[in-house]
């Protein structure tokens, strides 16, 4: 029965795939020529026609809780907890400005949507392989650098509930070797769009709180060794 009540979602999801094509030819054209301040807007209007064909659907009401500290523009690293599939949503459809997600590398097995995930300056990351993992830190602040802005969980897993598991040891070292800005961000009630029952909910509020932005780029070394613990702190606060 879980199956059929997700059915909507599942037409809604595929369905959205279909007008992609032309903003697949601007972020072809722009890396083509190089041009990467119009290949983040590129990325950044196809994310927000996506995104706002799920919003549609799903009739989702974001609750946005101190829009002053989003960022005008990138590149910075937001690092929030992870409470459902969902938690892309909000992402693309508040920031204002190009963001891709450090996701699991399970996603891939999604041909059209693992493209496009990619498509967006995304990366997959295979867990429980620490090599592989460190060579993803390492290239996602590259692009952190090269000025494409990443959405990072670092619980590394969704908690489908309300509460919050410690953050990964290391888990913002993609942040600190891009000596990038830092958002903490609070995600509320994601889990119960879906994890919840297993069905889509629709007509539900979200919120999106977002804390002040750390900048990494003048810490010293105990700033460092302190930033994760200081981070989940800061997110954790407002669960």
Do not use: C
């Amino acid at each position: 029965m879980k199956v059929f009540g997700n059915i909507g979602l599942f037409y809604t999801v595929g369905s959205s795939f279909i007008g992609l094509g032309p903003y697949k030819k601007r972020i072809e054209k722009a890396i083509a020529e190089g041009n990467k301040e119009e290949e983040r807007q590129a990325i950044y209007d196809v994310s927000k026609y996506w995104v706002g064909k799920i919003l549609n659907f799903m009739k989702l009401e974001i609750n946005v809780i101190n829009p002053q500290n989003l960022p005008e523009e990138g590149p910075v690293v937001y690092v929030a907890n992870h409470q459902s599939y969902a938690d892309v949503i909000p992402f693309l459809a508040v920031t204002k400005h190009q963001v891709g997600f450090i996701a699991k590398d399970s996603l891939e097995k999604f041909p059209v949507f693992a493209e496009w995930v990619l498509r967006i300056r995304s990366l997959f990351i295979k867990r429980g392989d620490p090599r592989t993992s460190l060579g993803t830190i390492n290239e996602g602040a590259n692009m952190v650098k090269d000025g494409y802005s990443l959405v990072i969980f670092p619980e590394g897993t969704r908690s489908h509930s309300s509460e919050m598991a410690d953050f990964k040891p290391g888990a913002l070292k993609l942040a600190t070797k891009a000596k990038a800005i830092i958002v903490p961000v609070t995600l509320r009630d994601t889990y119960k769009l879906f994890e919840e029952t297993g069905t889509i909910k629709k007509n539900r509020k979200i919120d999106f709180v977002v804390h002040e932005p750390i900048d990494t780029s003048k810490m010293d070394r105990k700033e460092m060794a302190e930033l994760g613990e200081r981070v989940e702190a800061i997110v954790r606060s407002a669960l």
